[in-house]
């Protein structure tokens, strides 16, 4: 069960790096300002990693006894 919820993380960061770098680069070209989705979609991100992360350093440990 936590290996299909990290993997669905990953998939969820990697689709919403995608998204946001193109917000970021279409938004001022329609002269949108898209400050707080952008904003948004990046705290997401970095619970996601920050999450994905301590459950290597877990495992990594964990391994190292």
């Known amino acids: ?16 790096a ?3 770098a193109l917000l970021v680069g279409i938004l001022p070209i329609w002269n949108i300002n898209g400050d ?3 904003d948004t979609i990046a705290v997401v991100i970095a619970v996601l990693s920050t999450y994905l992360l301590g459950n290597k350093v877990v495992a990594t440990k964990k391994s190292d006894k």
């Not at 069960?1 to 919403?16: E, G, R, S």
């Open 18 to 20: 995608i998204v946001n």
């Open 36 to 38: 707080q989705i952008t």
């Open 1 to 16: 069960m936590v290996d299909k919820i990290k993997t669905v993380a990953k998939y969820i960061v990697n689709i919403l």
